[in-house]
């Protein structure tokens, strides 16, 4: 239905994934916001598929561009422009607006870990709508900003948090990107199998590490310790304002996955913590 849209991640037979994405149903497309560098990649796999159908893959990124406005006073800001048409209240829902004499389609969004809106325009029209966001207090927000909103959240990034080796069950996406419901998709077997016959329990699991405030930020691929062996690495890690200490995302083995569980950091001592940290 024109307007729907969902997260979801794209699989191997192998149920390991090709990337994660969001899936938006614009009536006279689908539009599929996945990571820049793999746009080549997922249109090739995508082609494959396509035999007698309608249909044809093509790569808007140069054409469309997303400008994100997140945080608590984001519909504020929206509300507070000359705004024709109805935001979108739903997650992952998209509705076609015109802001400012910019015609755009306002995407309900999560993806650093905090609700907002991602306004899709044509890519000329980018820098016109954010000079006018910014005027009515939109802030920008730096690259490092966005890291540790995210990380805070204990939202893994593809590319950083998971890779094609990673099991979506394995980063605790089961309750985002994948269906119960849904028909036949490509590594359903292998996704059911750990589901139902395994007990959802997977060799590794994404947790969240807190570390001593006067600790320093680890590295991303630092060991993670318990018991004299190596149960881990660390994937992203960052400073928490909100926490006053550096916190990480990391993969453990299931055996250490309970928050509370104390473990090693390389040298430095770091507990294991439910997520989202905040």
Not at 16 to 35: H, K, N, Q, S
């Amino acid at each position: 239905m024109p307007g729907t849209g969902c997260y979801a991640a794209m699989l191997t037979a192998q149920g390991r994934m090709i990337t994660d994405m969001r899936v938006l149903e614009l009536g006279d497309a689908v539009l599929l916001d996945l990571p820049r560098d793999l746009t080549g990649a997922v249109g090739d796999h995508l082609e494959r598929f396509v035999f007698a159908e309608d249909v044809r893959v093509e790569d808007v990124t140069a054409s469309i561009a997303a400008v994100g406005l997140y945080g608590p006073r984001s519909r504020d800001v929206l509300s507070g422009l000359p705004v024709e048409g109805a935001l979108p209240s739903a997650l992952h829902t998209s509705t076609r607006i015109r802001v400012a004499g910019v015609d755009a389609t306002a995407v309900a969004g999560d993806a650093p870990g905090v609700a907002g809106f991602d306004l899709l325009v044509d890519a000329v029209a980018r820098d016109a709508i954010v000079t006018v966001l910014e005027r009515a207090g939109a802030v920008r927000a730096s690259a490092e900003d966005v890291d540790t909103v995210r990380v805070e959240s204990g939202r893994p990034l593809f590319g950083v948090d998971m890779d094609t080796e990673t099991i979506p069950l394995e980063a605790g996406l089961e309750q985002r990107a994948i269906s119960r419901s849904k028909g036949c998709y490509v590594g359903q077997e292998v996704i059911v199998r750990v589901q139902d016959r395994g007990h959802g329990r997977v060799a590794r699991h994404l947790v969240g590490l807190t570390l001593d405030a006067a600790s320093p930020v680890p590295s991303r691929g630092s060991a993670i310790h318990a018991g004299g062996r190596e149960i881990g690495r660390v994937t992203s890690a960052v400073w928490s304002p909100a926490l006053g200490r550096p916190i990480a995302l990391g993969y453990v083995h299931r055996d250490f996955v309970e928050p509370g569980t104390r473990v090693q950091v390389t040298a430095t001592d770091a507990i294991v913590a439910a997520l989202p940290f905040v």
